[in-house]
């Protein structure tokens, strides 16, 4: 295989890693293998790939976005995979957006919380009428590869055999659209059996530290007590006070 065809197909795939967890990724999955198939079938036509490396490149981005590649069919047999999203979120109401109306702020805990390295503080939880927007901050960030170890070895393999110097650069852009699709995807829950789904986020700072707010639908019923948010697996307690 040609080493720029290997550059591009690597960093197609850190790319689509970078993607799964945003919200409406699993309606973008027909959009990002099409585009990433008809590049395969077009280095094929060019003699850029043999038909095992087709279907090795083909697989992997199958597992990039989470999808258990079938295995192969035999002889005059077809296939097909489903692509779609079977955890999808529910959505909103389509009527016109009201302005949430603010209710009380409530003091997250008096604690620093490590996670690969990365230290959360959980600052406030503000609760409005229709939402709760949790505001964070993170100093130092977590190492990114540690946080996502299964994308880390997937990018390892994609990588296999190039040169050091491009092995450094598609490390360093994997890296960057991981810390900026994925490393601050929150989740919430309470003791009252809450389902929220995300609703907005956004997140930025520097050297010292970087700040966010997480949004979330609905707001807390009365009978919660506490919400939980959890970040890479990790599970931080909001009581009410």
Not at 97 to 114: C, D, I, K, Q, T
């Amino acid at each position: 295989m040609k080493r720029e065809v290997q550059w591009y197909l690597a960093e197609a795939l850190a790319n689509a890693r970078a993607q799964v967890d945003r919200p409406g990724a699993g309606e973008r999955r027909e959009v990002v293998l099409a585009s990433y198939f008809a590049a395969l079938r077009a280095f094929k036509y060019l003699e850029a790939l043999s038909e095992d490396d087709e279907r090795d490149w083909h697989n992997r981005m199958l597992l990039a976005l989470g999808i258990t590649p079938p295995p192969p069919a035999g002889p005059g047999a077809s296939q097909a995979v489903f692509i779609g999203d079977p955890n999808a979120a529910p959505r909103a109401s389509a009527a016109p957006p009201v302005l949430p109306r603010f209710v009380r702020s409530v003091p997250g805990p008096n604690a620093e919380f490590e996670q690969h390295g990365g230290v959360l503080r959980v600052v406030a939880a503000e609760i409005y009428d229709t939402m709760v927007a949790i505001r964070w901050r993170v100093a130092p960030e977590p190492d990114v590869f540690a946080a996502f170890p299964s994308e880390a070895l997937q990018l390892a393999h994609d990588l296999e055999g190039l040169e050091a110097w491009a092995v450094d650069e598609l490390r360093r852009k994997a890296e960057q659209r991981l810390r900026m699709m994925r490393l601050y995807n929150f989740e919430l829950t309470d003791d009252a059996g809450t389902e929220y789904w995300s609703s907005g986020h956004g997140h930025g700072g520097g050297a010292y530290g970087i700040t966010g707010e997480a949004e979330f639908l609905p707001a807390p019923p009365s009978t919660a007590t506490n919400l939980t948010l959890t970040w890479l697996g990790m599970a931080v307690e909001i009581p009410f006070r």
